[in-house]
Nanobody, 129 residues
Framework: VQLQASGGGLVQAGGSLRLSCAAS????????MGWFRQAPGKEREFVAA????????YYTDSAKGRFTISRDNAKNTVYLQMNSLKPEDTAVYYC???????????????????????WGQGTQVTVSS
């Protein structure tokens, strides 16, 4: 499956952005989906994940209450709505797909980049103070 992330940009602190990740080349509903981010000089870190049906979502602590992950299987797209953005949210954001559904059930599984099978190219989010 191919993943194409979009929606990044420059926003002031307190603002909002919605990232999108469009999938092609596979049956989208067969994949759990995740969002990760990577700031300069730092490791790629988990942000959020969503089950294949969209019924279950997971967030890192820093994203809870501010970010919302969702998906539209009819449109083969997963979203990350980001509100109340902070300068520390500045990073390249990546979407990823995982074929094994059970991967998302454990914190270690869903938060480990190597657990995911496919990656998008990333979209830059910059939050100014």
């Amino acid at each position: 499956v191919q993943l194409q992330a979009s929606g990044g940009g420059l926003v002031q602190a307190g603002g909002s952005l919605r990232l999108s990740c469009a999938a092609s080349g596979g049956t989208f509903a067969n994949y759990g989906m995740g969002w990760f981010r990577q700031a300069p000089g730092k490791e790629r870190e988990f942000v959020a994940a969503i089950s294949r049906s969209g019924a279950v979502t997971y967030y890192t602590d820093s994203a809870k209450g501010r970010f919302t992950i969702s998906r539209d299987n009819a449109k083969n797209t997963v979203y990350l709505q980001m509100n109340s953005l902070k300068p520390e949210d500045t990073a390249v954001y990546y979407c990823a797909a995982v074929t094994r559904a059970s991967t998302l059930l454990s914190l270690r599984g869903r938060s480990t980049p190597t657990s995911y099978d496919y990656w998008g190219q990333g979209t830059q989010v910059t939050v100014s103070s």
